[in-house]
């Protein structure tokens, strides 16, 4: 397990890290908001363990830039006892927890234990493609962060093609999975909901083309961005 912790003063920072060495855990310190916002984005943790005021940036503004831009990396946030509106703040930007100071470090690794168990069972709920993201359970859609306002039936259909991404899919495979029962092959009900789609993206995102493809003559395909041509 590697930890990324963003905390400026030096005492929390030392006894944290000796507490993790001690118990195999690799940890990597930062004192600085806009250091440590560059370690974050640049990937690679188990969990991020970020304090709150910080030199450069805080650590809230750490927490949302990195939300927005797609980094879902688990969040622990060290909070003062007199943080509780930060707490809250944190938790609706994204954080999957917070301890307030003091704490032991064994409180603080049960902690990263319990979020990482906790962020593991709700990631199998998670489909994320390029910079779409459902949540199967509250069957939230969103693009690069942004709430995407889908019915049933388009989340239903764009879940359907993006579990294979690339794989071409007939409007007849698509009718009898996302409407469950025979129509006529000739109706537009498929076009009809992908169109509606599209507009619903593109309504929030800045990107031109659409992560739904139609291949002509055959039907539609989810936009694979591991083969960007
Ligand atoms: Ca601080």
Same mark, same amino acid.
């Given at each position: 397990?590697?930890?990324?912790?963003?905390?400026?003063?030096? #005492?929390?920072?030392?006894?944290?890290?000796?507490?993790?060495?001690?118990?195999?855990?690799?940890?990597?310190?930062?004192?600085?908001?806009?250091?440590? !916002?560059?370690?974050?984005?640049?990937?690679?943790? &188990?969990?991020?363990?970020?304090?709150?005021?910080?030199?450069?940036?805080?650590?809230?503004?750490?927490?949302?830039?990195?939300? #927005?831009?797609?980094?879902?990396?688990?969040?622990?946030?060290?909070?003062?006892?007199?943080?509780?509106? &930060?707490?809250?703040?944190?938790?609706?930007?994204?954080?999957?927890? !917070?301890?307030?100071?003091?704490?032991?470090?064994?409180?603080?690794?049960? #902690?990263?234990?319990?979020?990482?168990?906790?962020?593991?069972?709700?990631?199998?709920?998670?489909?994320?493609?390029?910079?779409?993201?459902?949540?199967?359970?509250?069957?939230?859609?969103?693009?690069?962060?942004?709430?995407?306002?889908?019915?049933? #039936?388009?989340?239903?259909?764009?879940? !359907?093609?993006?579990?294979?991404?690339?794989?071409?899919?007939?409007?007849?495979?698509?009718?009898?999975?996302?409407?469950?029962?025979?129509?006529?092959?000739?109706?537009?009900?498929?076009?009809?909901?992908?169109?509606?789609?599209?507009?619903?993206?593109?309504?929030?995102?800045?990107?031109?083309?659409?992560?739904?493809?139609?291949?002509?003559?055959?039907? !539609?395909?989810?936009? &694979?961005? &591991?083969?960007?041509?």
């Amino acid at each position: 397990m590697k930890i990324l912790l963003v905390e400026d003063e030096q #005492r929390i920072a030392d006894f944290v890290c000796a507490g993790f060495r001690e118990r195999g855990i690799a940890v990597i310190h930062c004192g600085d908001g806009n250091e440590g !916002y560059l370690l974050a984005a640049g990937g690679g943790y &188990d969990a991020i363990v970020l304090d709150i005021m910080l030199p450069g940036r805080d650590g809230l503004s750490i927490l949302s830039g990195l939300r #927005r831009c797609g980094n879902h990396t688990p969040v622990i946030l060290l909070t003062a006892r007199n943080e509780l509106d &930060d707490r809250v703040d944190g938790l609706n930007l994204g954080a999957d927890d !917070y301890l307030a100071k003091p704490f032991f470090v064994e409180e603080l690794i049960a #902690r990263i234990h319990a979020m990482l168990r906790r962020v593991s069972g709700e990631r199998q709920n998670l489909l994320c493609v390029g910079e779409l993201r459902l949540d199967r359970i509250s069957r939230e859609a969103s693009w690069a962060g942004q709430s995407v306002d889908l019915t049933g #039936r388009e989340f239903n259909l764009i879940e !359907y093609l993006m579990r294979s991404p690339g794989r071409v899919f007939t409007r007849t495979q698509i009718l009898e999975h996302v409407w469950g029962y025979d129509f006529d092959p000739s109706t537009n009900l498929v076009d009809v909901c992908i169109q509606r789609i599209r507009r619903k993206i593109a309504g929030i995102s800045s990107c031109e083309t659409s992560p739904i493809e139609s291949v002509r003559g055959v039907g !539609y395909r989810y936009h &694979d961005p &591991d083969k960007e041509h």
